[in-house]
Nanobody, 122 residues
Framework: QVQLVESGGGLVQAGGSLRLSCAAS????????MGWYRQAPGKQRELVAS???????NSADSVEDRFTISRDNAKNTVNLQMISLKPEDTAVYYC????????????????WGQGTQVTVSS
């Protein structure tokens, strides 16, 4: 069993900053790719940013100059530093990770966090 727990969401004014964190725990052998997705009301879930185990990153065009993803492999954590927030960034943000787990057998599985709300007021 693997759990992803997010923290750091909240309400912020446009132009402000927030830092999201996600910690993976449980039956983990290794965490591969990690990422952040978001889903706004009435819209599909979309990729915000992702990072490989070696540190290569990818981000959506809409956030490329404002959001920075980082990770700590020793702690199985991933962070999303968000600056210059805009009202259109308002969404529930979800952490995602591909995990090599050993229970019940060795296998790669993708897990999601429960989501954290980010609200940006204009």
């Amino acid at each position: 069993q693997v759990q992803l727990v997010e923290s750091g969401g909240g309400l912020v004014q446009a132009g402000g900053s927030l830092r999201l964190s996600c910690a993976a725990s449980g039956s983990i052998v290794r965490v591969n790719d990690m990422g952040w997705y978001r889903q706004a009301p009435g819209k599909q879930r979309e990729l915000v940013a992702s990072i490989t185990r070696s540190g290569s990153t990818n981000s959506a065009d809409s956030v490329e100059d404002r959001f920075t993803i980082s990770r700590d492999n020793a702690k199985n954590t991933v962070n999303l530093q968000m600056i210059s927030l805009k009202p259109e960034d308002t969404a529930v943000y979800y952490c995602n990770a591909e995990v090599l787990t050993n229970l019940p057998i060795y296998s790669f599985r993708k897990y999601w966090g429960q989501g954290t709300q980010v609200t940006v007021s204009s």
